[in-house]
T-cell receptor, first 112, second 116 residues
Framework: DAKTTQPTSMDCAEGRAANLPCNHS???????VYWYRQIHSQGPQYIIH???NNETNEMASLIITEDRKSSTLILPHATLRDTAVYYC?????????????FGKGTHLIIQP | DTEVTQTPKHLVMGMTNKKSLKCEQH?????MYWYKQKAKKPPELMFV???????INESVPSRFSPECPNSSLLNLHLHALQPEDSALYLC???????????????FGSGTRLTVV
């Protein structure tokens, strides 16, 4: 699986859009970008994933650059409950049951 | 039911004790996982069960013994642990194989283990 690089921490004001970057310059053609988050003392939660097109769901939007070497997770109207560690993970979609490998992630702090 | 349930939520055990962590899901997932998470660190994969058979053991010490009695249950048996084994133990499940990666992994809230 390709390695990812994320900022250690970020702040965002409540009600504003939170934009979390992720670099994955060694991503290969069959690897997807996944985002999970972990709120304090809870298990990680799936947010969104994509291959090359931009994706949107009820939680967030995922913007992937045309060369696929980086992506941005966007939380459109951040609330205090969005304070969490956000993990960007790159992996193939197929294959056996092999679990997720987490990097250090970005600690997003939403300020009131 | 779209949850992974872990019990107990908190556990304190002595180094000579034997205890077990339990994980349960009723989503029809055929892959189940144990992770260990130390404070301020990301989760680390310990074991993977696929169709009730152990498929991955990430060089975990033998004082941790996983068991998958059926497709809905996953246990982690603990014996002779050390204080450095204190951590949050997370269970997760997924549809097997490529479908699991497509639809994501569902995690439980974990068991906070303290070894004294």
């Amino acid at each position: 699986d390709a390695k990812t690089t994320q900022p250690t921490s970020m702040d965002c004001a409540e009600g504003r859009a939170a934009n979390l970057p992720c670099n994955h310059s060694t991503i290969s053609g069959n690897e997807y970008v996944y985002w999970y988050r972990q709120i304090h003392s809870q298990g990680p939660q799936y947010i969104i994933h994509g291959l090359k097109n931009n994706e949107t769901n009820e939680m967030a939007s995922l913007i992937i650059t045309e060369d696929r070497k980086s992506s941005t997770l966007i939380l459109p109207h951040a609330t205090l409950r969005d304070t969490a560690v956000y993990y960007c993970i790159v992996r193939t979609r197929g294959g056996g049951a092999d679990g997720l490998t987490f990097g250090k992630g970005t600690h997003l702090i939403i300020q009131p | 039911d779209t949850e992974v349930t872990q019990t107990p939520k908190h556990l304190v055990m002595g180094m000579t004790n034997k205890k077990s962590l339990k994980c349960e899901q009723h989503m029809g997932h055929r892959a189940m996982y144990w992770y260990k998470q130390k404070a301020k660190k990301p989760p680390e994969l310990m074991f993977v069960y696929s169709y009730e058979k152990l498929s991955i053991n990430e060089s975990v010490p033998s004082r941790f013994s996983p068991e998958c009695p059926n497709s809905s249950l996953l246990n982690l048996h603990l014996h002779a642990l050390q204080p450095e084994d204190s951590a949050l133990y997370l269970c997760a499940s997924s549809l097997h194989g490529g479908l699991g990666a497509l639809y994501g992994y569902t995690f439980g809230s974990g068991t906070r283990l303290t070894v004294v």
